[in-house]
């Protein structure tokens, strides 16, 4: 600004005034400090006046946030909105769960422990019922005061009798074990006749849920064990229609996929690696699928896709089992998910988690934590009856809009969103269990009680 009077004959005696303030060293004038900077402080000062003014206009509203969630009727848009805000801001978990707390029973060894020793009982399809025990252990949502729970978990394994015919699990003891063991807990404890169950919790991992049988003719005949229709079950099944074996308070959850086993795949082959693999299945496939009792297998879906695809060289189909599988699946474009006797499948998990798009084949099928995965936007669906059309449909599909499916698919969030882990992760399976019991606190008998205080 000096410099300016310098250049200005009108203020040239104002300009002298300013120069006899100034010291003299050597015959020449020397600017005091804050005169030789003023520039630039006259620009600090400035720039933060308007970067203050920028903030506090521009702070993000809070209020009108929550008031937007809440205001939402669907409750799968505020389930989602509240696991994203979760992924988002994790030491406030406590806070979004609704403050949750969950008190486990500590039952008999014969009820859970004492099946843990066959290895496979906590790696198999059916695991999540181990797998959701051993991480609510471990969790801060559990307590251990009865009298200060939201929940109650009920820890029984029923999947890890497996048959000495044909190695898979066998259920046939599943209604009584788990009878003896409300038996139990009734006995020990005012909690369960005090709610009548009803803020209980089970697992049911298998074929047709808390029906506890394969056979959907039989599930359905046998129905829920009247001692747990009042209760919340996590099962794998679940469709969008009526159905007896889903007629409860229910959460839809994956099947167990091991996440140590994804992991190593992953390590060998990244997600967005080479994909040599057009169409991949790998399972059961009959050539005449009626078997001895009359049924069909896969109501002749799996039957079809061999016949009409079998020797279509863009369709890598494999009937016979493979442990690394997952090496294939990994090298795999679209990966096949038909129905098998029930219409859930842990190749859906698996696809999901190792990048391949999934072909969901199993008409009314109601998928795991739909309000949070963004299933449309991950996988393909295809009706039963238009399998034989399947080919058309993926060439179609990798024409068009292929990559970006992929795009959402490889999205890290989702592999954590399906797959159970010992110690619970903010964002995974056991995590979104949570989030879909905070949004049922209305069973609960403590709250419901403090309510009306």
Same mark, same amino acid.
């Given at each position: 600004?000096?410099?300016?009077?310098?250049?200005?004959?009108?203020?040239?005696?104002?300009?002298?005034?300013?120069?006899?303030?100034?010291?003299?060293?050597?015959?020449? !004038?020397?600017?005091?400090?804050?005169?030789?900077?003023?520039?630039?402080?006259?620009? +600090?000062?400035?720039?933060?006046?308007? +970067?203050?003014?920028?903030?506090?206009?521009?702070?993000?509203?809070?209020?009108?946030?929550?008031?937007?969630?809440?205001?939402?009727?669907?409750?799968?848009?505020?389930?989602?909105?509240?696991?994203?805000?979760?992924?988002?801001?994790?030491?406030?978990?406590?806070?979004?769960?609704?403050?949750?707390?969950?008190?486990?029973?500590?039952?008999?060894?014969?009820?859970?422990?004492?099946?843990?020793?066959?290895?496979?009982?906590?790696?198999?399809?059916?695991?999540?019922?181990?797998?959701?025990?051993?991480?609510?252990?471990?969790?801060?949502?559990?307590?251990?005061?009865?009298?200060?729970?939201? +929940?109650?978990?009920?820890?029984?394994?029923?999947?890890?009798?497996?048959?000495?015919?044909?190695?898979?699990?066998? %259920?046939?003891?599943?209604?009584?074990?788990?009878?003896?063991?409300? @038996?139990?807990?009734?006995?020990?404890?005012?909690?369960?006749?005090?709610?009548?169950?009803? @803020?209980?919790?089970? $697992?049911?991992?298998?074929?047709? *849920?808390?029906?506890?049988?394969?056979?959907?003719?039989?599930? $359905?005949?046998?129905?829920?064990?009247?001692?747990?229709?009042?209760?919340?079950?996590?099962?794998?099944?679940?469709?969008?229609?009526?159905?007896?074996?889903?007629?409860?308070?229910?959460?839809? %959850?994956?099947?167990?996929?091991?996440?140590?086993?994804?992991?190593?795949?992953?390590?060998?082959?990244?997600?967005?690696?080479?994909?040599?693999?057009?169409?991949?299945?790998?399972?059961?496939?009959?050539?005449?699928?009626?078997?001895?009792?009359?049924?069909?297998?896969?109501?002749?879906?799996?039957?079809?896709?061999?016949?009409?695809?079998?020797?279509?060289?863009? +369709?890598?189909?494999?009937?016979?089992?493979?442990?690394?599988?997952?090496?294939?699946?990994?090298?795999?474009?679209?990966?096949?998910?038909?129905? *098998?006797?029930?219409?859930?499948? !842990?190749?859906?998990?698996?696809?999901?988690?190792?990048?391949?798009?999934?072909?969901?084949?199993?008409?009314?099928?109601?998928? !795991?934590?739909?309000?949070?995965?963004?299933? !449309?936007? %991950?996988?393909?669906?295809?009706?039963?009856?238009?399998?034989?059309?399947?080919? *058309?449909?993926?060439?179609?599909?990798?024409?068009?809009?292929?990559?970006?499916?992929?795009?959402?698919?490889?999205?890290?969030?989702?592999?954590?969103?399906?797959?159970?882990?010992? @110690?619970?992760?903010?964002?995974?399976?056991?995590?979104?269990?949570?989030?879909?019991?905070?949004?049922?606190?209305?069973?609960?008998?403590?709250?419901?009680?403090?309510?009306?205080?």
């Amino acid at each position: 600004m000096v410099e300016q009077y310098r250049s200005t004959k009108n203020h040239r005696k104002e300009f002298y005034v300013s120069m006899k303030l100034f010291r003299t060293r050597n015959g020449k !004038p020397e600017k005091p400090f804050c005169f030789r900077y003023f520039k630039w402080l006259l620009w +600090f000062s400035l720039s933060f006046y308007f +970067f203050a003014r920028f903030l506090s206009n521009h702070q993000p509203s809070t209020t009108k946030l929550k008031t937007a969630i809440i205001s939402h009727s669907q409750s799968n848009v505020v389930s989602r909105a509240l696991s994203e805000s979760i992924l988002q801001h994790p030491r406030n978990n406590r806070g979004l769960l609704k403050d949750l707390k969950v008190y486990i029973y500590e039952l008999p060894a014969k009820y859970n422990a004492d099946w843990l020793s066959n290895e496979r009982c906590s790696n198999h399809l059916f695991a999540s019922e181990v797998a959701i025990h051993k991480a609510l252990m471990k969790s801060d949502v559990r307590t251990f005061d009865p009298s200060e729970a939201d +929940f109650f978990f009920v820890p029984v394994y029923v999947s890890c009798n497996f048959s000495t015919v044909n190695g898979f699990p066998a %259920i046939g003891h599943a209604r009584a074990l788990l009878s003896s063991a409300v @038996d139990f807990i009734s006995s020990e404890l005012p909690f369960w006749k005090r709610s009548n169950g009803s @803020d209980h919790v089970f $697992v049911a991992s298998h074929d047709y *849920g808390a029906c506890f049988h394969a056979m959907e003719d039989r599930a $359905v005949a046998d129905g829920i064990p009247e001692f747990m229709k009042n209760s919340i079950i996590l099962q794998t099944f679940g469709v969008k229609y009526l159905h007896p074996c889903q007629d409860v308070e229910n959460i839809v %959850i994956p099947p167990y996929i091991s996440p140590e086993n994804v992991q190593s795949t992953l390590s060998n082959s990244p997600i967005d690696g080479r994909r040599d693999i057009f169409v991949f299945f790998r399972g059961k496939m009959e050539v005449h699928p009626k078997n001895v009792s009359g049924r069909f297998y896969s109501k002749r879906v799996r039957t079809e896709i061999l016949r009409k695809y079998g020797n279509d060289r863009r +369709f890598y189909l494999k009937r016979h089992r493979f442990s690394g599988y997952q090496s294939e699946i990994v090298r795999s474009v679209f990966c096949l998910c038909p129905l *098998g006797w029930a219409p859930w499948s !842990p190749r859906l998990v698996e696809s999901v988690a190792l990048g391949c798009v999934p072909v969901i084949i199993a008409d009314g099928i109601r998928l !795991p934590f739909e309000s949070t995965v963004p299933w !449309p936007e %991950i996988s393909l669906t295809v009706k039963e009856k238009d399998v034989a059309k399947l080919g *058309g449909i993926l060439d179609y599909v990798a024409a068009t809009n292929l990559s970006s499916i992929q795009r959402n698919l490889w999205d890290h969030k989702l592999r954590r969103a399906l797959l159970f882990h010992d @110690d619970m992760e903010i964002g995974d399976a056991t995590w979104e269990v949570l989030v879909a019991l905070s949004m049922k606190l209305g069973r609960s008998y403590r709250r419901s009680r403090l309510s009306s205080e």
